[in-house]
């Protein structure tokens, strides 16, 4: 896949110029600025911010972005997943929207760049065209979606539709999806029509940081993402039998903690098995009664796999039930796996990623193609229309964490690649 | 040691016998009226309490068992660690006091048995001999301790001395050990005079529930303790890095769950690799900052070793210690053990043990010598004078859980043995 993905680029590489010449850039400082106003949302004492979806911070946080999104001259309206759109409406009604954004929540404890590069610099694009009086072609909407980090909700809702479980999830906010979604002004009894047709956008384009480190590593400021990676979370909810932890013999005990331990150790080693950049992980756990002095009778915790390759990602999930399975019988425990609808592997458009490659060029800056480890909000847009995904450098591959960092001058790159990449597909296409 | 306690109670229990008739026992339906009672204290939905230390529930709680050793004629004050004390004067005003009594506050989601049995079946005792007009030789002290569950703060207040780290501590009820006796009316910074002389009590005498399945399985209404294990409670801090699990391979993590994990089941594999009943548990794990997406960067848990020896616990946390090591390196995460103050085992009395086992006789009920898995505040105690408790059968051997349960007549039985041994350390020695 890989391969033939390089090889196609290579050959229109060649063969492909864009239209016009170059804009010059956007307000680099403005943007600047602006990622820095919207950090103080959520806040942590130790740096980076806790803003997650549904929470007191997130909603302050969306407010200040919708008023960017005003000042930038959209129309702007929240739909009823709980979406920020803004809209420009383009010089010809009858063409496709073309929709560039992301998200603005965080993990717990997440960082300042992570989706919010990628939501202001749309919105600094918008603004940048608002000056400077340019016209397009195409009906331009700016989205910052809800809740990516969680529920990849906003998403959801507009390219495949949100299903009454995933409402009633709770998220990390501690409020129902349903009332988070509610919280932020959606309308969640109204959320279907939410869902758009497929084909019925031109494309969606979306800036990220990259989360990992290979750019940095190899000192290129712009990635091209190929696809983006599914991930099946599992919530795995272990019951065993909680007893004084003095006087229950060694033998005797139905330990949920042990019987935890022992999976979380076995995820690693089925992960790790076989080569290839699949990713398994126990990110949170949650011991019940909690004490020093009791056997824990229940353990719940979340494990995660990932792949490009959706077959390869169930294998190793029935590694891990497999294996589950004879744990218990060893610690007289029961476990629970409950999956949530997985989420598809997503390959981006082949000439959108020629696109982004030559606007790179033009703006002489080195690229590479690469998966993207992360989800993103464009691999849910997939079901509406063509996607592209441009990354920018992730000092130390850090991400998901307070020390998450991204330089200035990569992020005014990336914001420019995107500016060129939107003005070359809204041009009359010369070659498809 | 076991034998020799055995071999010493069979050679006494030929050669003595108690002084005077056994006395009627004790008002059985009030008890376990008291004990239902004292139930809705930090009760819980599905069962048994969460009478944390130093909650509204236990302050609640403290308040109702007060109310009751007033009404049992008792002149109560508490100290400045926040035992509850209460004072029924003897006829020789030189002889030491002899003190009964146990505690109140529970493990989070608990039973209705453990400490609650051995603190209402004292005052129960106090009510009788104050209904029947008895006057003993002794001081009587009753004394329902502070903090059991979590610190054993009263009982070492008492009995050793409190130094500033375990003030200083959080508890499960969220406040220092501190604020949480000031809440309850004791004063932390008065507390140095709380701790009583060695050799200052004529004896200190506990009934409380097994806690174990030994006594039911093997149809026995009493046990006579021999011993106290010695616990080891350590705080275990594991630090890695908290990365995006999507764009971090699995070879370059620094994952502190997966170390947790593989400490988790070391400690498993070290307590149960030799013959023993030494036990050891991880009890509680906090996972930062906990999330599907995020590769924990740190976890803390509780780790706890249990054994009559002394030496065998040193042994075994050496093990562990250097198990963490190695994983440390596996993993590339750090390793931060802080073991709280060991309690030292601590060993009953064989002429309490031998009064008890005659008072079980005269009064019909078979009983037995065994160890306690559990830590009591009898341990501390041991530091002013001789001390014995007396075991009543746990159905199950389900103890720190809501499906704690010990019989009404169980409880009856162990409530006249106490009342019978008491009056017969009261007695004039005939032989020592």
């Not at 008023?67 to 929240?78: E, F, I, Q």
């Not at 033998?251 to 150790?265: P, S």
């Not at 909690?290 to 915790?301: E, S, T």
């Not at 990569?410 to 070659?431: C, S, W, Y």
Request: glycine letters at 12%; aromatic letters at 4%.
């Amino acid at each position: 896949m890989r391969i033939h993905h390089l090889t196609l680029l290579a050959l229109l590489m060649s063969t492909t110029t864009l239209a016009g010449t170059p804009e010059p850039g956007v307000n680099s400082g403005r943007l600047t600025a602006h990622l820095q106003a919207l950090a103080e949302y959520g806040k942590n004492p130790q740096g980076g911010v806790s803003r997650i979806a549904y929470s007191d911070a997130d909603r302050a946080g969306r407010e200040y972005v919708l008023g960017l999104m005003r000042n930038a001259g959209l129309t702007t309206s929240t739909d009823a997943a709980g979406n920020l759109v803004g809209t420009r409406t383009g010089t010809e009604p009858g063409l496709k929207p073309i929709v560039i954004g992301s998200h603005i929540d965080s993990v717990p404890e997440g960082g300042n760049y992570d989706g919010d590069v990628g939501s202001l610099a749309a919105i600094e694009i918008a603004q940048t065209l608002n000056e400077r009086k340019i016209q397009l072609h195409h009906t331009l909407q700016v989205i910052v979606f809800v809740d990516e980090e969680g529920a990849m909700l906003g998403s959801i809702a507009m390219g495949h539709g949100v299903d009454a479980a995933r409402l009633n999830s709770v998220s990390q906010s501690g409020k129902t999806v349903r009332d988070g979604v509610k919280f932020l002004g959606g309308d969640p009894d109204r959320i279907d029509p939410v869902r758009r047709n497929p084909h019925s956008i031109e494309a969606y384009l979306e800036l990220h940081i990259e989360q990992g480190g290979v750019l940095e590593r190899e000192h290129l400021p712009i990635g091209i993402v190929e696809g983006i990676v599914g991930i099946l979370d599992c919530e795995v909810t272990i019951e065993g039998f909680a007893n004084h932890a003095g006087t229950t013999p060694m033998n005797q005990r139905r330990d949920a903690m042990l019987a935890a331990a022992r999976f979380t150790d076995a995820l690693n080693r089925i992960i790790t098995a076989k080569p290839g950049a699949q990713v398994g992980t126990v990110g949170w756990i949650r011991a019940q009664p909690g004490a020093y002095n009791v056997v824990p009778g229940k353990v719940v915790l979340g494990l995660e796999i990932r792949d490009l390759d959706a077959a390869k990602i169930e294998d190793l999930y029935a590694q891990i039930r497999k294996e589950s399975e004879a744990i218990a019988k060893q610690t007289g425990t029961t476990f629970l796996l409950e999956a949530h609808a997985p989420s598809e592997p997503a390959l981006t458009d082949s000439h959108l990623q020629l696109i982004i490659a030559k606007s790179a060029e033009r703006l002489g800056l080195a690229a590479k193609l690469m998966p993207s480890g992360a989800g993103h909000d464009a691999q849910e847009m997939a079901a509406l229309g063509p996607i592209g995904m441009i990354f920018i450098p992730s000092i130390g591959g850090i991400s998901h964490s307070p020390k998450e960092f991204s330089r200035p001058s990569d992020i005014e790159n990336g914001a420019n690649v995107l500016f060129e990449t939107l003005r070359n597909v809204d041009a009359p296409r010369r070659q498809q």
